[in-house]
């Protein structure tokens, strides 16, 4: 999307560095969504997640611990080959 297009829409590019095991299990997770939601994107389930965690305190800081207790080499990955950024996830193709 052109840079015009986003700002008229109030989105914005936000660039995330992390692991390459994590960035393999966000595509586990959309190939995880059900058929009814078929064409959820990384985008669209990363958004989903930010907006639906509370603003508090103790959960965050729960989350926090969580996420650094979490043996990051063994999270579950896709099957298919990482797709492109910013496309729908479509089950059956």
């Keep these: ?21 994590v960035d393999r299990y966000l595509d586990h997770l959309v190939e995880t969504v059900p058929s009814e939601h078929r064409r959820t994107s990384r985008t ?5 997640l930010v907006t639906t965690t509370p603003a508090d305190a103790g959960h965050l800081s729960q989350l926090l611990e969580q996420f650094e207790a979490t043996n990051l080499t063994e ?3 896709s099957q298919r080959p990482h797709p492109r950024l910013g496309r729908p996830s479509v089950s059956g193709r």
Excluded: F, I, K, Q
């Excluded at 999307?1 to 095991?21: D, F, I, Y």
């Design 44 to 48: 669209r389930l990363l958004a989903a």
């Design 75 to 77: 999270l579950p990955t």
């Design 1 to 21: 999307m052109e840079r015009e297009a986003r700002e008229r829409l109030g989105m914005r590019l936000t660039s995330v560095n992390w692991l390459e095991s």
